[in-house]
């Protein structure tokens, strides 16, 4: 069964930083590029950023370019996302999820919550 | 990297077909067949309802369809029930690995 669990949702002061994890399992997970999608509070899905399966090409959203850092591990099954320079309106539910081919995102895991407040 | 234009909402009674818009550019829903639609419910996963902009996944009811003219892409619910409602976005490929989402479009059934 293929399943994603995201963790390290916190809340986190501004200016601050944090680092989201996302365990994949139940399937090859070097075989896939995996995005990170967020949700702020009353807004709609925004894309965040992308790495491929190798990990050796990246895509970031303008809004958090410069700020966030993608990486993975795939030795670990495992997908990353470094928040930098963190500010009120990145405060949202960020959720990874798998590319099956071409934008089809076949699996989502239930997302977690980041707030940044003082 | 604009966000894809849909409508913020959209309303049907119950056994009524709707009609979801999705308006991008040649950059990205016009250059590439690879357009998606998902279902989110407050609270929880988003759901894969089209991909390849008018393919259904496994387990998804017929009464979910998509089409593409040009830069705007389209989804269809057919028959509505209670319990389509929620909010529905559109997805496009843009290039190299990157994508763009719409803005989002919340579904009321009367």
């Known amino acids: 069964e293929v399943q994603l669990v995201e963790s390290g949702g916190a809340l986190v002061q501004p200016g601050g930083s944090l680092r989201l994890s996302c365990a994949a399992s139940?399937?090859?997970?070097?075989?896939?590029?995996v995005h990170w999608v967020r949700q702020a509070p009353g807004k709609g899905l925004e894309y965040v950023s992308s790495?491929?399966?190798?990990?050796?090409?990246?895509s970031y959203a303008i809004s958090v370019k410069g700020r966030f850092t993608v990486s993975r591990d795939n030795s670990k099954n495992t997908l990353y996302l470094q928040l930098g320079s963190l500010s009120a309106e990145d405060t949202a539910v960020y959720y990874c999820?798998?590319?099956?081919?071409?934008?089809?995102?076949?699996?989502w895991g239930q997302g977690t919550l980041v707030t940044v407040s003082s | 990297q604009s966000a894809l234009t849909q409508p913020a909402s959209v309303s049907g009674s119950p056994g009524q077909s709707i009609t979801i818009s999705c308006t991008g550019t040649?950059?990205?829903?016009?250059?590439?067949?690879?357009v998606s639609w998902f279902q989110h419910h407050p609270g929880k996963a988003p759901k894969l309802m089209i991909f390849?902009?008018?393919k259904r996944p496994s387990g998804v009811s017929d009464r979910f369809s998509g089409s593409k003219s040009g830069n705007t892409a389209s989804l269809t619910i057919s028959g509505l029930q209670t319990e389509d409602a929620a909010s529905y976005y559109c997805?496009?490929?843009?290039?190299?690995?990157?994508?763009?989402f719409g803005g989002g479009t919340k579904l009321t059934v009367l």
């Open positions: 999820t798998r590319d099956a081919w071409y934008v089809r995102f076949d699996f």
């Open positions: 139940g399937f090859t997970f070097s075989d896939h590029t």
């Open positions: 790495i491929n399966g190798n990990g050796d090409v990246t």
């Open positions: 040649r950059s990205d829903v016009g250059g590439y067949n690879y």
């Open positions: 390849d902009v008018n």
């Open positions: 997805c496009s490929y843009a290039g190299g690995i990157a994508v763009v």
